[in-house]
Nanobody, 125 residues
């Protein structure tokens, strides 16, 4: 069983930055495929970014390419999502998800076994 805890969500102005963290209880997080999803009110949950456990390869949704960066620090058992140039449309609850298997495509949220509780990101002036 892997417990995931997100943090770092906040109210930020357009153009600002935030770094979300996803901390895991499992000491072998480095073997898990990790993804960030987000869900805005009235909208479907959508895949934001993913990072592989094997080679560190990453994926980004077109709507965040060039603005968001996913990274993992296995020593700290934590995955990060650095979000720059934030826009009002980035407002959502952000969730991290993990699975031991490689998820292809990595944005299929139903394939992930473990989820955090979410952290609210609000981009507004």
């Amino acid at each position: 069983q892997v417990e995931l805890v997100e943090s770092g969500g906040a109210l930020v102005q357009p153009g600002g930055s935030l770094r979300l963290s996803c901390a895991a209880s499992e000491s072998t997080l480095d073997y898990y495929y990790i993804a960030w999803f987000r869900q805005a009110p009235g909208k479907e949950r959508e895949g934001v970014s993913c990072i592989s456990s094997s080679d560190g390869s990453t994926y980004y949704g077109d709507f965040v390419k060039g603005r968001f960066t996913i990274s993992r620090d296995n020593a700290k058992n934590t995955v990060y999502l650095l979000m720059n140039s934030l826009k009002p449309e980035d407002t959502a609850v952000y969730y991290c998800a993990a699975d031991y298997a490689t998820i292809v495509p990595c944005t299929v949220h139903s394939e992930y076994s473990y989820w955090g509780q979410g952290t609210q990101v609000t981009v507004s002036s």
